[in-house]
């Protein structure tokens, strides 16, 4: 841990201006208890929430939400995927451990996987950073479709004005 001068006291703020063109932080309360119209829906029964969708660094971070059991889909990213499991469980039909609440997954990057919400659970919650592009692909690696944070934007974009938000309710998600 740095030094503390023992004159400072530790609670004084940092006293300097922060850089001109500094982003603003995002801070969501109560991200999961939300307006459902910040839920974007992806396909049946299946939605995201939006926390960060940064497309300077080609990343976005958002909650999945699933309230279906079954195959959602099988995909492959070329980067790093982080998950935490924030209500219910699901697996990959390719391993033989299951994602469960409170657990956090680490998916190293190319490796393709089909994910299944087993039966019986009524909602799966996972916050999800996917880093560069998802692509959906058949059982034989060819590739069906694709997501990146621009789709996601656009999707965003959609859905919002849709709703009565408006398109640009997107803008304060985007860095």
């Known amino acids: 841990m740095p030094l503390q001068d023992d004159d400072i006291d530790p609670r004084t703020p940092y006293q300097l201006p922060f850089p001109q063109d500094a982003l603003e932080e995002i801070v969501i309360p109560n991200a999961m208890e939300c307006d459902e119209r910040l839920w974007v829906p992806q396909a049946e029964n299946v939605w995201f929430r939006p926390l960060c969708l940064n497309r300077s660094q080609g990343y976005w971070m958002n909650l999945l939400k699933v ?86 934007i656009d999707m965003c974009r959609k859905h919002f004005e849709e709703v009565g938000l408006g398109a640009d309710y997107v803008e304060q998600f985007i860095r």
Not at 92 to 121: K, M, N, Q, S
């Open 67 to 152: 309230r279906k059991s079954g195959v959602l889909s099988r995909h492959r990213h070329p980067q790093a995927v982080h998950g935490w499991v924030l209500k219910g469980r699901w697996h990959y039909l390719e391993h033989d451990w299951e994602a469960i609440e409170g657990g956090y997954v680490y998916e190293p990057p190319g490796e393709t996987h089909t994910l299944i919400v087993p039966e019986g659970v009524e909602e799966m919650i996972t916050f999800f950073q996917v880093n560069g592009v998802m692509c959906y692909v058949d059982p034989w690696g060819k590739v069906l479709g694709y997501e990146d944070v621009f789709t996601k």
